[in-house]
């Protein structure tokens, strides 16, 4: 126990810390106040509660929205952002007019195919570009590893959890088996830590997070984590950072379901984590393998990207037949206008014709 009294303790710790840094190891919380009023004795007793206190000693790491062990797919996305790193090879598989904003680094390969944009830079032993790279392009860069977060063990509970088809049930903090939400289900969830056996999200159904405390929700799950197809997440209030929530995932396949609003980091250190068809997907990937399927959309927790409904209908883009149909109807829509005019002026002359020989 060290005590110290006086009028900073930053002058404190600077007196007596020695040269360079060192690890912190420990956490002081001063207890002060008016002498006789709310000094310390008066708050004896009252304490803190301490939850997920993680300690870190080392260079802080970048952010990405996908950061992979191995390697990352990337299959015709639509508009996405946020800076990519994995330590094999990332992929740009021909896209669908796909963009993405955010720099592009990997340890051994970067292969971008046509109809991709990438808005930033790119840089890893050999760049194949047959896209667009707007930024500089670096090879033979030499890039480091990032090592991926590590996962604190955890004991899921035994009592499983299911949530009836078109039903909602509540679960509080705290230790669970096997959660299943059938389809149109809602769970609700709250700031806290959930260890879970599984967690499986049915087509259409709700994950409802209240963030309103202000502190994260930490969701542990030791063997499966499925979302369903259009599965959405709701947070409340709905303007909480998607920052302050965070899956941790044992298991060694995550699944992001066809249409579905996705929030948060996923850490899956073992995983190969798919982010399906037309899914919404807001906050970071750390995974071993990632793949994201045509249509889907990513940005970082960082992004002010919106997100529609899955359900909403979208503005689409002509091309192929569609263009030529859209065309030829055009034509017929401009030869119809074009007789409808000269009918009109057809009767019109008549109409001189006949008041010049005619008394009207």
Request: aromatic fraction near 8%; hydrophobic fraction near 35%.
């Amino acid at each position: 126990m060290l005590k110290h009294t006086g009028t900073s303790w930053e002058d404190f710790f600077r007196q007596n810390q020695p040269p360079g840094t060192r690890t912190v190891d420990g956490v002081l919380f001063r207890t002060g106040g008016t002498p006789g009023v709310n000094d310390a004795p008066a708050t004896l007793g009252k304490g803190f509660l301490i939850d997920n206190l993680r300690v870190f000693s080392g260079a802080v790491p970048k952010f990405f929205v996908l950061l992979a062990d191995e390697d990352i797919q990337i299959n015709g996305q639509v508009n996405s952002d946020g800076d990519i790193h994995a330590n094999n090879d990332i992929f740009f598989n021909e896209g669908n007019k796909s963009q993405h904003t955010g720099n592009l680094t990997a340890v051994d390969d970067i292969i971008i195919k046509k109809k991709n944009k990438i808005i930033g830079t790119a840089a890893g032993d050999e760049v194949d570009n047959d896209g667009t790279i707007t930024g500089a392009i670096t090879e033979n860069a030499n890039v480091a590893e990032v090592p991926l977060p590590t996962i604190a063990d955890f004991d899921a509970g035994d009592d499983d959890v299911e949530v009836d088809e078109d039903k909602t049930k509540t679960l509080v903090p705290g230790d669970y088996s096997e959660v299943k939400v059938e389809k149109g289900g809602k769970l609700k969830l709250s700031s806290g830590t959930y260890n879970l056996e599984s967690l499986e999200l049915g087509e259409k159904s709700v994950l409802s997070i209240d963030l309103t405390s202000g502190l994260p929700i930490v969701i542990n799950v030791d063997e499966k984590l499925e979302f369903g197809k259009k599965v959405t997440m709701k947070l409340t209030p709905s303007t909480a950072s998607t920052s302050l929530i965070t899956f941790n995932i044992d298991d060694d396949v995550v699944v992001i379901g066809e249409g579905s609003k996705v929030f948060g980091s996923f850490i899956a250190p073992e995983a190969t984590v798919e982010i399906g068809r037309k899914a919404r997907f807001k906050g970071a990937v750390c995974a071993e393998n990632i793949i994201v399927q045509k249509g889907a959309r990513f940005v970082h927790h960082s992004s002010t990207a919106k997100f529609h409904n899955a359900d909403e209908p979208q503005p689409k883009r002509l091309t192929g037949e569609n263009r030529a149909n859209r065309e030829g109807n055009d034509w017929e829509i401009l030869f119809s206008f074009l007789i409808s005019v000269y009918s009109v002026f057809s009767v019109l002359k008549n109409l001189c014709f006949f008041c010049t020989h005619f008394t009207c």
